[in-house]
């Protein structure tokens, strides 16, 4: 039985304070564990500027190369946020106030604090989709396979909740962790690359982490058909056993 | 008197894990801080898996284009570290086994520990400079415009502060940041357009976040020129004096 094909996606994170170190992106993280654990693979991230060119670009080149592409940030109401009318651009279609995110936001701001700052929050490319947001209204939006998302983690979690159910998912990926310890990455390293190499249906990797002076491993399987899942971390324990009780590896 | 150019760079970050979820990146946001404090503004990041094709065309697509580009991790002893190589590819040089690196893993390796998997530690692009590791020894290297370097953060951080030795920098970025409370976003939007339209060589951002049911913000302004900033501080202040003394902005 041949295992499903992957659904893919990409993340394109939009924001000057990602790249000035004054804020530390918490998003791209939260977005691949939790598409992770619905069938889609994110396959990868980037992170640009409020610029209206490196939007339009990078999301060009994400869009048409996986399945879908979320962005996070530039949606709120102050002249830094480019996101909407960046994208509009990018798929060469009309933005404007759009009434349904007008009418969306009137129900949390007085007719007179709906000032022109707040208005722009409901600028939405022509042929999108709404996305709800149920912590401050102001909606995101889906055009074509692009969610739209805001870049505060609270509510792009929220807004993200919402946007997966019209993803389209694939089979989940099955992930075994196994701790390596206390066999160094060096001292496995050549039996592992030969399991890798035998097992080419799933993934493995080796991740160390340093801590206290110490290097620690994990070995990391990963795959969406479970038996060669558990058949390849198998293969680990054996040789990992067999380093741990001071044997050559096979 | 103009400000001088800006010297630019890019993040390239290189692993599975960081787009399974697994391990959340802490190299970027750290790398981007690091780089703005001495005058290297980072322009752009991209995630990429442990895939030869994607870390080829991403480094290409990043090295043409900025002073420099860092990359963080892929360069472990294990068979899904292939960052070495795939620099190599993409700097069309060989890559073999380097003295020099070898020499150095001779100070931490007994011989019977220089495992083939160890050595692989060793495999060094031709015409590139070491860049010295002094948590774990193995090193990382600079070839061009392109530091490569480790990905636990530890070990890249020690990294870090050996490869800017060797970078040109440029005017350090003047931040000011001015705490909005109580004025939200919405309420300042329009005049902080306004400001900001006048104030072409700064650039300012108005950065929400939202904790305990509530949005607080901060407004940013940055510059190569602090007599600028200064200018675009005062400004941004006496909107906001004006906005919570109750009146409406100019």
Redesign the interface.
Known sequence: MEAPAAVTAAVLAI????????????N?????????KIGV??????????DAD?IVAGLNALRHRYDYVLTTGGI?????DITADAVARAFQVTIDEDPRAIAIMRER?RPE?L????R??GRIPAGSELIVNP??KAPGFRIGNVYVLAG????MQAMLDFAVKTMRTGAV?Q?ETIEARPVP??????A??AI??GHPEV????????KDGR?ANQI?V?GRDAAKVAWARQAVEAMLAALRAGDKPA
Request: proline residues 7%.
């Open positions: 924001g000057d304070e990602l790249l000035s170190g004054r804020t530390k992106d918490r791209i993280g939260y977005i691949a564990e939790y598409l992770g693979e994110l396959r990868e991230a980037r992170i640009v500027p409020d490196e709120g109401p102050t002249h830094d701001y604090e000032t022109p700052a707040r722009r929050m912590i401050s505060v983690p609270s509510v990926m992930i990455e060096g001292q496995y390293g050549d592992l690359g890798a190499a993934s493995i990797g080796s991740y160390p982490s340093f290097f990391v990963r």
